[in-house]
């Protein structure tokens, strides 16, 4: 197996690219070790000294390090342990890994929001190695939550503001503002 690895525009981030397929549908962000209990591979990553989140997306990994840590040391056990991960025919996750969003009473207006997030911004932000994923629309404003390299990326407020709220507010003229969640 044959690891590839990717810088994204956070400094503390590295997009690791299996070249198989990581998740069938959806992404999984683990914020922190004691969240990533239903993912053998997240749990293998965690073990490596230095990892502080772990993000999986469709054909990635994207993994983010401590400030003290070092990426010439922490990066080829991080390799290390995805090759182990899928020699030892383990699943990514112990569940289907849907988290889907089960609102199905979208206004048009949601909808609408969706669709641009899902068609313009979030095949832009896999590319980084992240995700944003819509929270919720409640008086102009858009709430989205920053997953896997865009999580407390330096440049990730100017993409919200000057990327993705411009984006919004030209297509949805109802949309004021885009405001990160946790």
């Known amino acids: 197996m044959f690891i590839q690895t990717e810088p994204t525009p956070n400094p503390a981030t590295l997009k690791f690219l299996p070249g198989t397929v990581v998740m069938?549908?959806?992404?999984?962000?683990?914020?922190?070790?004691?969240?990533?209990?239903?993912?053998?591979l997240a749990t293998r990553l965690f073990a490596v000294d230095g990892v502080s989140s772990v993000f999986l997306?469709?054909?990635f990994i994207t993994v983010a390090k401590v400030d003290s840590a070092d990426w010439q040391v922490v990066?080829?056990?991080?390799?290390?342990?995805?090759m182990e991960h899928f020699s030892s025919g383990q699943p990514v996750l112990n569940d289907?890994?849907?988290?889907?969003?089960?609102?199905?009473?979208?206004?048009?207006?949601?909808?609408?929001?969706?669709?641009?997030?899902?068609?313009r911004v979030r095949p832009a932000v896999a590319q980084d190695g992240g995700?944003?994923?819509f929270r919720s629309f409640e008086d102009g404003i858009v709430y989205l939550h920053?997953?896997?390299?865009?999580?407390?990326c330096p440049?990730?407020?100017a993409t919200l503001k000057h990327g993705i709220e411009n984006m919004?507010?030209?297509?949805?003229?109802?949309v004021m503002a885009v405001q990160a969640v946790d």
């Open 57 to 59: 997306g469709t054909d």
């Open 75 to 82: 990066k080829p056990q991080i390799l290390a342990a995805i």
């Open 168 to 174: 919004l507010k030209y297509y949805v003229p109802e």
């Open 155 to 157: 440049s990730s407020s």
């Open 96 to 119: 289907d890994g849907a988290d889907a969003d089960a609102s199905g009473d979208d206004d048009g207006i949601v909808m609408q929001i969706k669709e641009l997030l899902e068609t």
């Open 146 to 152: 920053l997953q896997g390299a865009c999580s407390g």
């Open 24 to 40: 069938t549908h959806g992404t999984a962000d683990f914020a922190e070790a004691s969240r990533a209990a239903r993912s053998p």
């Open 131 to 133: 995700d944003i994923i």
